[in-house]
């Protein structure tokens, strides 16, 4: 088929996003058992990190090929005929990479959507806005299903339900409150966005499952010791309020961007045990493999900017994509 010089471009940028990103979601799907065992090793913190840039690496790293390598090559090196062939393989890639982008983007959007549809309906219609100490603004909901979370990502607020505040004592109440608030400081319902919006290896097929699972859970436990911050008796509230919000009821949400105290009650029991053991929310100190992953990652940075740097490799880059093109 034959393409003008732009559209021609577009499909070479969106072919070559589909092939090295299937790439890296490979090498990212054959190292996801070592990485979880690695992050047990490590602060629930930086454990939650490394899984997350473990998970985004897909999109980002061919994001930043495309952009940095593909785009600038094409435009130096191409020149501007009205009209050259693509292959029909090139064509395929591109299109399936184009509706793995879009299902992606649609997916974000409407998560989105639907949340801050849920804040502005909860304060016009379900509950009254309050101030509290430990976070912004609080929407307590008068209805009947038991809810505490942080919804949103531009403005986020803390969702609960009048049922969760009348079943917690003070200090439990403040255990939860200082739950949520370090979720909204670590910015999880924008990780959580930027997951739902990074592209599947193909449309409707995503196969990391596992790390996003083990980074939901290292998120909560560390929100739990950001919550604890190493006292015991906060400790003790926070794992007494986990137990009577799960007495009331888990209500999940799929689809939504929020952070919830209890999402569900599957982790329920190692989050009370972590808790009512000191160690669990104490500090760890840094493991060397921390320490080695922050000098690779700057190792593979200066080497990234080396090659953009450098004109050679765009000739390069340039000569792979006329093999990808034909």
Known sequence: ??????????????????????????????????????????????????????????????????????????????????????????????????????????????????????????????????????????????????????????????????????????????????????HRASRDNLKRLLLMLSPDVMPFVGGLGRIEHAWATFTEWAADDEAVDGSQDRALSLASALVRVAKLGVHSAPGYVLSSLLENDRDLETRVDRLLREPAYAEKPLQPVVAFLRSAALVVGSVAVTLMMWPGSLGNIHRLLEHLVQ
């Not at 732009?6 to 996003?17: E, G, I, K, V």
């Not at 591109?94 to 949340?115: D, E, K, N, Q």
């Not at 804040?119 to 008068?142: F, Y």
């Open 1 to 182: 088929m034959t393409l003008p010089y732009y559209l021609r471009l577009l499909c070479l940028c969106l072919a070559t996003f589909y092939v090295v990103h299937a790439m890296v979601w490979l090498v990212v799907r054959g190292t996801s058992s070592a990485a979880v065992k690695i992050a047990g090793t490590m602060r629930p913190r930086m454990a939650s990190r490394l899984l997350f840039a473990m998970r985004i690496a897909p999109m980002a790293v061919t994001s930043f090929l495309v952009v940095g390598f593909c785009v600038p090559s094409y435009i130096w090196l191409e020149p501007d005929i009205t009209g050259e062939r693509v292959g029909w393989f090139c064509l395929l890639a591109a299109a399936t990479g184009a509706v793995a982008w879009a299902i992606s983007l649609l997916r974000g959007f409407i998560s989105m959507v639907r949340t801050e549809n849920y804040v502005r309906r909860c304060r016009r219609e379900l509950g009254t806005e309050e101030q509290s100490p430990e976070s912004a603004d609080v929407v307590v909901l008068n209805g009947a299903n038991a809810v505490m979370a942080v919804a949103g990502v531009v403005h986020p607020r803390l969702v609960v339900s009048q049922r969760v505040l009348d079943a917690l004592s003070d200090d439990q109440r403040e255990a939860a409150f200082r739950h949520e608030a370090a």
